[in-house]
């Protein structure tokens, strides 16, 4: 009769490492999946893997065998050869090459990090057809550690914690069944039939333990931490612990080369940075971002121009003025502008033309970068002329516009996956029976005007879901706020980026109008066929005084109940591994009669465990003679030697009965035995 294929597995003792690798591997390819977005590509990569790590596992079968010469010819060395052209062909795609263009995901091409996940992704998929050994199968690991900690940055889901614990107890079978495997007599062959499942299954639970320990210890440990850090946190450590802290925050008010959502505003410094003749609350625009990875928007890259000043000192931005060629609903402004502090300019909208007056260098270049905001860094006392052009298309204009089609703005349409779960459904709701554009986005603003609070105190919690957690609290800063706007448009077809840089500042004595660091904002910027970038400013109301908690609380309770029951089944769980555990080790002790007999196999077995801790054990398939005849060949000289021949001529008596036993000879073996084992302690440890 044919032995079925699930029982010639038991004569595979790589099973468990083959697998373990395989969990850990597919742990973070779907993270990097996941984070970029493109869901059929990341199916298409894990199936790929899955895969490979069954061809690699049949082939590494016949290693021993007459055909292992024949695939290696064949087979192993035409599909290396294949898998590495493939590989060129997938970085001539990273680089854009027509002809391979397509085998990178369009959604990765908007970020550095995304093209790096999305390499290492396709050269895991190829890689794991080649795993014909367990060195080659470990370096899984590291592939999978890199990419953990590139994509983990980039996307603050939970799901990343659960992606580690799959990924780490992946690796704990994996090393677990490879130390298994050479150090014990199963390295040739391991368990068959029916006790296949119960040892693949033990060494499951054995990592699973590893895991759930280890993940209780560090809670008992962060625990343990936050109590008495605030004892330390003195001298130089509260100076780092600042410092940290100032490093780590980049919101809305840093204008860095990214943004951060929902770090909170806090108390921003009232310091002066220009002043300007123009009486109306102007948004004074410093930086744009259009892509956003969950929690953090960064520009799309681009390439900068540069204009120098004519004989007035005049420079004119024709990249601008081009762009206002085509659009309606614009009004033009002459603004002069008396600088206050060195700072990069700030500017209303698009700006047509700056010059310098006072205090600038002559003649004076400026740089435009792609989205039309000039970058040049004043010094204090500098004066400026700005020629701008305001975009106030009135709402009738912007109710005819008609809607965006959706392949020219795709990059202004995204959603990160994470956030598409809560944004998608809360879009389809407020834009319900709205027909056109502009009415929904107007249907978005009055939303987030009457449920929404401004509170620049409020910090997301780390580890969570920004948008989420605000559209559930509705409640947070400028930053937290223009993020739902754009999300919200995007979901409903309108492109949308962020703008940030100053509101509108306040009127001074003197009649001019002045803005101060304070005055630092963020806000959505909708397109509009024929009118450009919009900006979309919602007037959020400040919490009433004495008002406390933000106005979802029963939202919050319902997650941390949810958060308790989930606590509570992984307890639940630990308790009955841990009563597994426990009844197969008290199943599988070693049990002696209350007989003089029964005291001398307790004091044999005791020496011979320690002898087992010195690689002297005896093995399975020796009889007591062989044992003893073993270790007379090897370690007559030894001091334990004498001791222990002696215990095992008494452990030969009582196990078959040669002659009548009493409590003397129970005395004399453990005597025997505790001469061994002092002596086998004394002696030096044998290398392996």
């Not at 083959?18 to 850990?24: D, I």
């Not at 109008?513 to 005055?519: M, P």
């Not at 002696?646 to 001469?675: H, I, K, M, N």
């Amino acid at each position: 009769m044919p032995q079925r294929w699930w029982s010639q597995l038991g004569s595979r003792p790589e099973l468990p490492t083959y697998v373990g690798g395989w969990l850990a591997t597919l742990a973070w390819l779907h993270l990097v999946g996941n984070t970029i977005g493109d869901v059929r590509f990341n199916l298409l990569v894990e199936l790929l893997t899955t895969f490979g790590f069954g061809v690699s596992f049949w082939l590494r079968g016949f290693q021993e065998t007459a055909a292992a010469e024949t695939l290696r010819r064949t087979v192993v060395l035409p599909g290396g050869i294949l898998r590495g052209a493939f590989f060129v062909a997938v970085l001539l795609g990273v680089f854009n090459v027509p002809l391979v263009r397509g085998l990178i995901p369009d959604l990765a091409r908007g970020s550095e990090e995304w093209l790096i996940g999305t390499t290492f992704q396709w050269a895991m998929a190829l890689y794991s057809f080649g795993l014909l050994n367990d060195s080659l199968v470990a370096f899984s690991a590291v592939l999978g550690l890199s990419m953990l900690g590139l994509m983990g940055s980039d996307n603050p889901n939970p799901e990343v914690g659960l992606c580690f614990l799959a990924f780490l107890l992946g690796n704990v079978l994996m090393l677990s069944n490879m130390t298994l495997a050479t150090h014990s007599s199963r390295r040739r062959r391991g368990p068959t039939g029916r006790a296949l499942a119960r040892w693949f299954g033990d060494q499951l639970i054995v990592a699973g333990l590893t895991v759930a320990f280890t993940a209780f210890g560090a809670i008992l440990l962060a625990a343990l931490l936050s109590r008495i850090s605030p004892r330390w946190n003195v001298g130089s450590f509260e100076k780092l612990s600042k410092l940290g802290q100032q490093i780590s925050r980049s919101g809305y008010a840093s204008f860095s080369d990214q943004m951060q959502i929902g770090v909170g505003g806090g108390d921003l410094s009232q310091v002066m940075v220009f002043d300007t003749d123009c009486q109306e609350p102007l948004l004074w625009r410093r930086r744009v971002y259009d892509d956003f990875n969950g929690g953090v928007w960064t520009p799309a890259p681009g390439t900068t121009s540069v204009e120098v000043a004519d004989a007035q000192n005049r420079v004119r931005l024709s990249g601008n003025v081009q762009r206002t060629n085509t659009l309606q609903g614009l009004r033009r402004r002459r603004l002069h502008v008396r600088c206050n502090s060195e700072a990069d300019i700030a500017v209303p909208a698009l700006a047509l033309a700056v010059t310098g007056v006072r205090g600038t260098a002559r003649p004076l270049q400026v740089a435009l970068d792609r989205y039309g905001n000039p970058l040049l860094r004043t010094s204090p006392q500098a004066e400026l002329v700005y020629e701008v052009a305001l975009p106030e298309p009135s709402p009738d204009e912007l109710a005819a516009a008609p809607a965006a089609v959706a392949d020219d703005w795709r990059n202004y349409l995204t959603i990160p996956l994470m956030t598409r779960d809560v944004v998608l459904p809360l879009a389809e709701r407020i834009g319900a029976g709205q027909t056109t554009p502009y009415a929904r986005a107007a249907a978005i603003v009055d939303w987030l005007e009457r449920e929404c609070v401004y509170d620049a105190t409020v910090r997301v919690p780390e580890g969570t879901e920004a948008v989420g957690w605000y559209l559930n609290q509705r409640r947070g800063a400028c930053d937290l706020i223009a993020t739902a706007l754009a999300l919200l448009a995007r979901a409903n077809g309108i492109p949308a980026r962020i703008a940030v840089g100053y509101s509108g500042g306040e009127p001074s004595a003197t009649g001019r109008r002045q803005i101060r660091l304070a005055d630092a904002h963020a806000w959505a910027e909708l397109y509009f066929e024929g009118f450009g970038w919009v900006p979309f400013n919602p007037a959020v109301p400040a919490p009433l005084a004495g008002a406390g908690g933000g106005p979802r609380h029963a939202a919050e309770t319902t997650r941390a109940r949810r958060r308790n029951y989930l606590l509570l089944g992984c307890l639940v769980l630990g308790a009955w591994l841990l009563q597994y555990v426990w009844r197969v080790w008290w199943r599988a002790r070693p049990r002696f009669v209350a007989a003089p007999s029964g005291g001398i196999e307790r004091a044999w077995y005791r020496a011979q465990r320690a002898l087992a801790r010195r690689r002297r054990g005896r093995r399975s398939s020796e009889t007591l003679a062989e044992y003893l005849a073993r270790l007379r060949d090897d370690d007559s000289a030894a001091a334990w030697w004498e001791p222990f021949e002696q215990l095992c001529q008494l452990f030969e008596a009582a196990r078959y009965g040669w002659r009548t036993l009493g409590p003397d000879d129970v005395q004399q073996a453990v005597a025997w035995s505790t001469a061994t084992i002092a002596a086998v302690r004394r002696e030096r440890r044998p290398r392996r």
